[in-house]
């Protein structure tokens, strides 16, 4: 087990409002994704991480910024929420089978 | 760009009754396939990873095949408990993100 923890579980915020999600694995593996989950649309990625301070853009970063300042933390956050990133984040690590992701942050923004 | 495209979107399936889910990707060299279970509310967990042509893999009622074209996850006497959506992924050669389908919901009857 990976030991992935997602915080928190879920949330919900206002429009305009910072919000930051928070992922945190055990095993000190480099790679760190996050992923976004919605109806018809199925994973899509928005950033992923390489290494301390290692950060890139995926297919959806557009309102999404990241965080690694550790090995065993990736934080992704939405600096102004828009009910357009109301969805479920996951976070993910590459390991040795493939990727092990998290159980999800679901983001309500209202 | 990477695209993944999973078939039929939603299955139903007496318990039982075989059946298979289908895989079409078009990636810039293949590095690997994946396919994952989710169950709702959870993180997908991971099934199997293909990285050829020709390659086949096999976890209890559950067997991946890979063409150089397209995969197919196989289902052999389903039971309810397999209703679950999975996901098919593609990573290509050199990255290390994984592009994700949209996945195929899976309903076993019993």
């Known amino acids: 087990d990976a030991g992935i923890t997602q915080s928190p579980r879920h949330k919900v915020t206002e429009t305009g409002t910072p919000v930051t999600l928070r992922c945190h694995q055990t095993e000190n593996h480099r790679y760190m994704y996050w992923y976004r989950q919605d109806p018809g649309h199925g994973l899509r990625l928005i950033h992923y991480?390489?290494?301390?301070?290692?950060?890139d853009k995926g297919e959806v970063s557009d309102g999404y910024s990241v965080s690694r300042s550790k090995t065993e933390d990736f934080l992704l956050t939405l600096e102004s929420a828009t009910s357009s990133q109301t969805s479920v984040y996951f976070c993910a690590i590459s390991d040795d089978v493939g990727y092990t992701f998290g159980s999800g942050t679901r983001l309500t923004v209202v | 760009e990477d695209q993944v495209t999973q078939s039929p979107e939603a299955l139903r399936l007496q318990e039982g009754e075989s059946s298979s889910l289908n895989c079409s990707y078009t990636?810039?060299?293949?590095?690997?396939l994946f396919w994952y279970r989710q169950d709702p509310g959870k993180g997908p967990e991971f099934l199997f990873t293909?990285?050829?042509a020709g390659e086949e893999k096999e976890k209890e009622r559950l067997k991946a095949t890979l063409t150089k074209k397209e995969s197919f996850l196989h289902i052999t006497a389903p039971k309810p408990e397999d209703s679950a959506t999975y996901l098919c992924?593609?990573?290509?050669?050199?990255?290390?993100?994984?592009?994700f389908g949209k996945g195929t919901m899976l309903l076993v009857s019993p």
């Open positions: 992924a593609v990573q290509a050669s050199g990255y290390s993100t994984l592009t």
């Open positions: 293909l990285y050829s």
């Open positions: 990636v810039s060299g293949l590095r690997g």
């Open positions: 991480s390489y290494g301390v301070k290692d950060t």
